[in-house]
């Protein structure tokens, strides 16, 4: 089947998908550790799904606009990537799930040598912010947001203030992991530095469009089809899609396998970044997070979507 009249059946059938998935908004809860995210509505559920050709199905809150979270962290570290090869990236970071939760200290100073065990717990993510090229944390930023911006076809792309400063006013057990990672000499830059990189890249300012425009790089292996632009060195994507397969989900990422057999990438904002490769990239929101801080409506919404067109890659 043509991937555009597939989409037009998405099209005819994502107003009654969704309702089904929205149901579940209730069992679930924004996130209320950041306060800039507290207040997202909770019943908010959306997506869009952008082909290699430019159409698009999409419905739902595809307007609302919400913050990357760990969504950055699959670009901030194929940005590593590129910029500093992966020999360099892999002496400070693993390539391991950890089963824990994406904040936690447990295995840093229970399994040697003390490297995080992947680049998209915050641990990892926050040694990879460090390895992005730029002599302050603002060049470090800017880098960060001129690579977001071309993946997301928007210069206009920026980080949310309020966020950031909330999340930066609160963030204790980030900082702790930080000061932990210093102590180990896997972080050497200055942490207070380091962190306000990460939570800026965090704090990235999107909607479902952009994050289905970003995913559509990697469903075509960093080339954009849109444009027939190369942005992303190919093996780069191969190591980020990965991570999105094993880690992606934090620690539900084995059951999202399972159950929708898509390579993702969640956030805590609720927003998650999907793809079907060498067709689609999908941007979901859904601010309601079930215990794993996953999406809950978003992920059923995948959950139904990929079983119906049997998007399963496995
Ligand atoms: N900025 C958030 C944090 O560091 C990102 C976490 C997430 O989305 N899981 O806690």
Redesign the pocket.
């Known amino acids: 089947m043509e991937p555009a009249s597939e989409l037009d059946r998405i099209q005819q059938l994502l107003p009654d998908w969704l309702a089904a998935s929205r149901r579940l908004t209730p069992t679930g809860k924004t996130?209320a550790?950041?306060p800039g995210l507290a207040a997202a509505p909770r019943d908010a559920l959306g997506i869009t799904i952008l082909g290699g050709d430019g159409k698009t199905a999409s419905f739902g809150d595809c307007a609302l606009s919400f913050t990357l979270?760990?969504?950055s962290k699959v670009f901030t570290l194929m940005l590593a990537l590129m910029e500093r090869g992966e020999d360099v990236v892999f002496s400070k970071v693993g390539m391991e799930p950890t089963g824990d939760d994406?904040?936690s200290m447990l295995k840093l100073e229970l399994v040697e040598p003390g490297i995080p065990f992947n680049p998209l717990i915050?641990a990892g993510?926050i040694v990879v912010s460090s390895m992005i090229p730029g002599n302050s944390p603002e060049e470090k930023t800017e880098r960060i947001l001129a690579f977001f911006r071309e993946l997301a076809a928007d210069p206009a792309l920026d980080y949310n203030r309020e966020v950031y400063r909330s999340?930066s006013a609160t963030?204790h057990?980030?900082r702790s992991l930080a000061y932990f990672l210093k102590d180990n000499r896997v972080l050497e830059d200055d942490v207070e530095e380091v962190l306000d990189v990460?939570?800026k890249h965090?704090?990235v300012e999107v909607t479902c469009s952009h994050l289905a425009r970003m995913a559509l790089v990697l469903a075509y292996d960093g080339n954009d089809p849109l444009t027939g632009r190369k942005l992303i060195p190919q093996r780069c994507v191969q190591i980020a899609k990965t991570f999105m397969i094993t880690c992606g989900m934090?620690n539900a990422s084995g059951e999202f396998a399972i159950r929708v057999g898509l390579p993702a990438k969640?956030?805590?904002?609720g927003g998650i970044l999907t793809l079907v490769p060498g067709r689609y990239g999908i941007g979901v929101i859904g601010p309601s997070l079930n215990s794993k801080?996953n999406s809950v409506a978003g992920v059923h919404l995948l959950e139904t979507i990929s079983t119906e067109l049997k998007w399963s890659m496995f």
């Open positions: 996130a550790y950041i979270q760990s969504i994406f904040n915050n993510a999340e963030a057990r980030n990460y939570f965090c704090a934090y969640s956030g805590v904002s801080g």
